[in-house]
């Protein structure tokens, strides 16, 4: 196409889709090496959709993490980038609708060309390790399969990529640099960390003072109340201490840096702040994106389980059980859920100071005209 | 690839899947003529998407059909012709669901590359009036568009395919023989039909003393009573009456002879007997597809509605109102939903003969071993 | 219940949730009058599910419309209002969803228990109506059955409440309110409505002059093109003369007033502001509510097709076309739909002067720390 | 109600329904305690609406297990019973996506009540408990939550009631005694056992044979597929073998008796025969609502963890661990999962003998008219 295309010339949705390639992308093996497979199809078709699906999720991801990049996200992108995010959620909610329609292979129908296919798997999926690796999946935390690095199946240029990819800013990084940017933590008027100790000391100490006070409680029933907040404190503690966290991050218990933790909670705990609304839903999608990818992780290793047993599968992998501990320990945002642990009721809430709550307000509703 | 390929060479899942083709078939037509707009890539993708969708849809309709053009339908197969329409409830769900993907290109968005489609259009969908066709939507049925007949967009050759389509027998017709032949109506031993019409009088005569031997109605609750079944009087009627049921279907009003639609009601009523159970569930799966494809239609329609509004359509279709009207009268399986007025409760049912009775079951339950 | 419970006094869960009660509620009437029907159990329990979602919607819409009755919306509710027209939005899709559970009570079986249930109908769903009225469906909008007003079948008092509650704002009018003040719309250094009629002169002309360039249209194809120009002209027409607007508004073609359309325009044009951010995300989850209200009624059109056929229905009404009218007919935020029509691409927006942008942004961004 | 209704006495949809007790069983603890919390409304709600699902669910349970508790299960019923498990699947597809409505409350906004709940928990739901041990779930299996039996937190009446529902025969008990009486496996014309040890060694053999005779394939990859097949061999040993199957038995390692396992083989391999397709529908079914729950309480373990946190949960319960550990551990058919592992490919399948053939078909078809 070395010129170019005329705007207003028709063009036919065939053209424009390029269905002729599309279309005639399904190359049956089985009938081939024995009888045609009906279900073969299915398998084909299938695996290109969620192929076509990942290549739209990396098109989203990319442009979402183009715009943290910078080191100040320009406001007005963030909206786009929740839309996206959710776009993506979207469509990973259909990638898990889609395996209702790979469990009508049954087992005995898979096994009319399943033989064929060796070792074709999802393991050899670029596109989906490349939206693992995005994220921020990085290799240290993998579950292997028979101990093999996870890069051996792919060309060597695209094991490079991966690489780079693992090399560089993942989508959990440049939101971990975002939020360790939260301006409103150390000022002159407020020490966001100062006031969230004393609030938590506070609402903890009124608690067992008015379990104490309590006349139709048995001992062992305050006892019971007593070692719930115990243990709740135990939780705050990793928060209000960063040697502790530091310690955690050391272990792989935790990912996000004590400062961005700080940032999230933050912005969780005044999410109604105008200035922080947006963040909020930005860490609720991804907190949804984790959600849903350990979801179909989960529904993906039932379904092997279903077609093929516990057969060694194509591609040599063992299958379900691989599959099922990907889903449990594959988590990317674990940290953002985990925020949840460090909630106090609004109730309890430090007031923020006049001038920091003008900030987080709009210009034009501060009385700026 | 003119000799066998070799069973057991290693295929790797990129080359099973061509994903080089496949992933290299979005040709964005923004970039080369203004500004590349983001969400163009989707818009590519998500139809690409519908299409393979089509293209199995095709696939396992026409396997069924297959089974179904033979006088004496094999058995045999009854439980596949089953699973696979089941199948395509499945995938139909899948394509309800992608709407909500769709949805997030917003009308904004959408104008950065509108005005590059022109006149590309789902309008031009070969595979999906494939689908249409084969399922049984005649064209002298279908809404049309601008007065333009559905072909015109299509080539020479796809338009012949789509006329030899329309002339053979499509899955509605299939069906329609199928239930035609039904062995069972007339007996020595049992006349359906003759008993179905005493049963239906029996149950209007039992309602309508029972109605006015109450002393807890009033004149007009009886009244009103009185009509509710009446006017389900007038829906027998059509069937008691094969004239009367012709005059419908030469009016268009219905679709199935009167032979088929006995078949069906039979069907229906004795679904509990052994021979009848794979049937029933036939009938029912291909009303779910009817009213799954009413519901795509419908939320397509709204989904246009919602990103071009009322605009005239990339295509130049009228859009909303077109598919509105295509949702509301495109059913295929009309008749099938209707049977739901013919029928009457399991206590009016009449009582088959015992050797009826032993035909409808499995020859080793009947002590025949 | 005279005195204040004990905080910290244990709860049962039976108790918590009075599952002695809820539990308690399923009351068959096919065993008192005949034989025990064995679905009539899922079709009240179905429909007290969907009761009490609806006192949930109720309850939420209720709480977003104090927030918006008042001249001066509080800008930190607009989250919380943002999320809770989304947890309806959730709501709305388990409700659909529902349908399939519902679908599974086959006609013959509904027939068990069918005449014992007259003429009780969802006709008769007082919170149903209650959900339509705070939304915005005036009764002069409605589809009537048979004549009769809707309110007929509840009590005088539930008849009061719900002629009350149309004589209050609705959620479409607050939002009209709110819309309405939008203050960016009239200043010295930008006039919108100029502006935005400017760049639709200047895009039309750039079309009309372009296509009149092109040599490789035929005088046909450029007709064609200039008529789809035209035709959208007409459409840009209404917003842009507030005499034709209020002519479609007396005639019911439109719903929101001129000054309010104007102001969605302008949320829709300049979204990426983050001023504009959240109420963006608002008017979007009204059209998604509206979106999912019509496809829940559409749906529920075709279940009773299915089940009841075109018989007269429980209640005395004809069901289905009744209510596929209802579908067609119940939009109530069809104009924010609408807007999609007067969209302009980016290329062609207006440039905000400078002071204007910054009063669209935050405080704490436009350097004013 | 001593005496039997009027059949035509109208009846209000709200009587009916007895809305006035469901919608007035929703008592919130907040106001009493603090402030009102919005989302408490939703948190009961969604829990009663759980219960009226769980109520229908073993509703329809029961009804199936009723027909299966008989020796001679009717053929006439088996329809019924296929029906009835579909429906369970539609419920528990409602039952997953309502946990996106109740993902919609926020860790901020469940602190507000959350304090008042202790120790309600989900763990203390009666009728959970009654699908979970009505389906198979013995208490041995169970993971069990800080050594505490599961039924101490019911009252005796029910602790009673699911103790004996724990000895009688649960869902998976009468499918096995049901498999267990297949009448086709030893016959003086076909051994099943024999014919299908036979094909698997054939099977086996050639694909040695074939992979040895290769020239492409290297010794490494000779070997590897040669371990591929051997594994598989394992799994088919088991079958082959009754002591195997039953130290595996012992072991908890598998459920069903040798003599189930190999009619739902035989149903599995010859699902095409008209005797045997609803059977395959019903074992299917079972293992779709298998997967639903598991899936079920994955998203439901993800939820906790979501808005509790890895706190100790209401109840005492520490929520994730526990709820994740039930998900998969707690699966009830998963033997029915594992026959994928048996299959062999339809090519290698045994012929059945003529009069085996005749057997399996119908009456009707076999020629006896």
């Given at each position: 196409m070395s010129e170019i295309k005329k705007k207003y010339e028709s063009v036919h949705?065939?053209?424009?889709?390029?269905?002729?390639?599309?279309?005639?992308?399904?190359?049956?093996?089985?009938?081939?090496?024995?009888?045609?497979?009906?279900?073969?199809?299915?398998?084909?078709?299938?695996?290109?959709?969620?192929?076509?699906?990942?290549?739209?999720?990396?098109?989203?991801?990319?442009?979402?993490?183009?715009?943290?990049?910078?080191?100040?996200?320009?406001?007005?992108?963030?909206?786009?980038?929740?839309?996206?995010?959710?776009?993506?959620?979207?469509?990973?909610?259909?990638?898990?609708k889609q395996i209702d329609v790979l469990e009508t292979?049954?087992?005995?129908?898979?096994?009319?060309?399943?033989?064929?296919?060796?070792?074709?798997?999802?393991?050899?999926?670029?596109?989906?390790?490349?939206?693992?690796?995005?994220?921020g999946l990085k290799e240290k935390y993998r579950e292997t399969y028979n101990n093999i690095p996870y890069a051996t199946v792919f060309s060597e240029q695209e094991s490079k990529e991966l690489h780079d990819l693992e090399n560089a800013d993942s989508m959990l990084q440049l939101i971990e640099k975002w939020l360790e940017r939260t301006p409103f933590l150390h000022r002159n008027d407020f020490l966001f960390l100062e006031a969230y100790k004393k609030a938590v000391d506070n609402m903890l100490d009124k608690e067992r003072q008015a379990i104490d006070a309590t006349d139709y409680l048995t001992a062992a029933e305050k006892q019971m109340r007593m070692n719930m907040l115990g243990s709740t404190d135990t939780f705050f503690a990793s928060v209000l201490d960063e040697n502790k966290h530091n310690e955690m991050l050391n272990k792989g218990a935790l990912k996000l840096s004590y400062k961005a933790t700080l940032g999230a909670?933050?912005?969780?705990?005044?999410?109604?702040?105008?200035?922080?609304?947006?963040?909020?839903?930005?860490?609720?999608?991804?907190?949804?994106?984790?959600?849903?990818?350990t979801t179909w992780r989960y529904r993906h290793a039932q379904m092997v389980l279903r077609i093929i047993g516990r057969k060694i599968g194509t591609g040599g992998s063992s299958g379900f059980d691989y599959l099922l501990n990907t889903a449990i320990k594959h988590h990317i945002f674990f940290d953002l859920h985990n925020i949840s642990t460090l909630m106090i009721p609004r109730s309890e809430l430090p007031v923020l100071p006049d001038h920091l709550k003008k900030q987080l307000s709009f210009y034009f509703t501060t009385g700026n005209k």
């Open positions: 949705y065939t053209d424009y889709l390029q269905l002729k390639k599309v279309l005639d992308a399904q190359h049956l093996r089985s009938p081939e090496h024995g009888e045609a497979a009906h279900d073969e199809m299915l398998f084909i078709i299938i695996h290109q959709v969620y192929e076509l699906w990942f290549k739209e999720v990396i098109h989203d991801l990319s442009s979402i993490m183009e715009m943290f990049r910078n080191d100040n996200v320009d406001e007005n992108n963030i909206g786009t980038a929740v839309h996206r995010l959710n776009r993506i959620t979207e469509i990973l909610q259909v990638l898990v292979i049954t087992p005995l129908d898979f096994l009319d060309f399943r033989n064929y296919l060796f070792p074709a798997s999802g393991f050899q999926s670029f596109q989906f390790r490349k939206v693992e690796v995005a994220l909670l933050f912005i969780n705990l005044y999410r109604d702040e105008p200035i922080l609304q947006m963040p909020f839903q930005l860490l609720s999608k991804l907190v949804d994106i984790d959600e849903l990818l």
